[in-house]
């Protein structure tokens, strides 16, 4: 079984949480208030291109508007085997926070 990293895990959940707005800027903002840590931009696009090569994530190009001088935005969605990752994740995370808490027996 083969994980996806931390930061494009991050990645998956702020395109889910921006939806139409993730773009970009929109989503570089969106991990700082996710993980109270800043992003760089290169970063952020790094991140994005990986899971666009492991097709959980395509991106199309936004008309361009004039309030960005003509320029396009690049605009994230994700996919089904996205969907399916961090479902994934989820389960994997919950079930393991579960079997802590379980035997712990400092709770």
């Known amino acids: 079984m083969k994980f996806i990293s931390r930061s494009e895990e991050f990645a998956l959940l702020a395109v889910l949480y921006l939806q139409e707005e993730a773009y970009g800027v929109a989503i570089r903002n969106r991990l700082r208030k996710m993980t109270g840590q800043s992003w760089a931009f ?10 666009e090569k492991k097709k959980m994530l395509e ?10 001088g003509g320029k396009s935005k690049r605009i994230y969605r994700l996919t ?14 919950q ?10 027996p400092q709770r």
């Not at 290169?42 to 899971?51: D, E, I, P, S």
């Open 80 to 93: 089904a085997e996205g969907l399916e990752e961090l479902a994934r994740i989820r389960r994997i995370q």
């Open 42 to 51: 290169g970063a952020v696009f790094v991140t994005l291109n990986r899971l």
């Open 95 to 104: 079930a393991a926070w579960k079997s802590v808490a379980v035997s712990n």
């Open 59 to 68: 991106s199309k190009l936004a008309d361009p508007t004039p309030r960005r």
